[in-house]
C-alpha cells in the first residue's frame, strides 16, 4: 500500500491504496473513483506526494519510498498498459468503470537499511530525463 499526500486551498489530506508499478513509465498505478477527496484535490493541484513503507519490526530491514509527482488519470495505450499491470498485481480488482491514475514520478528517496543504517538512494528528474 502506499500513502498518497495532496493538497487543495491550502489544506493537505492522505490516504492510502493499492498500487503497481510500471517500471518503463517510472509511474506509480492506482484506481479511484472520481468523488474522492484525494481524486478532487489533484483535479486543482497535480502535485502530490506520496510514502510507500514495507512493515518489519527489525530495524536492519526496514525499506521505504518517499516520492513527488504529478498525478493524471491515464488514456490511450498508457492506459491498457496500466490496467493489464494493475490486475497482475492484484486480480481480484474489478475494475469496470474506475478510473485509473498515475503518478509520474519526479523525485525518490528510498531508504534501506540492509544497505547500512539510515542508507538512502535519491533520484531527481530532470529536463533530461528519457522518464
Known sequence: MLTLA???????????????????????????DRNTKHISDVSENPVVAGSIVLETETVGKIRGLQF?????????????KAIATY????????LSGTPVWVVELTYTKFTDNRLGFGR?????KNENSNL
Open 6 to 32: 495532496t493538497c487543495a486551498a491550502s489544506a493537505p489530506y492522505c490516504s492510502n491504496m493499492f498500487y503497481a508499478l510500471l517500471e518503463k513509465e517510472f509511474c506509480l498505478v492506482f484506481t479511484s
Open 68 to 80: 513527488c509527482g504529478k498525478m493524471m488519470e491515464v488514456s490511450g495505450k498508457l492506459k491498457t
Open 87 to 94: 490486475l497482475r498485481r492484484f486480480p481480484y480488482a474489478v
Open 120 to 124: 538512502k538512494l535519491v533520484w531527481e
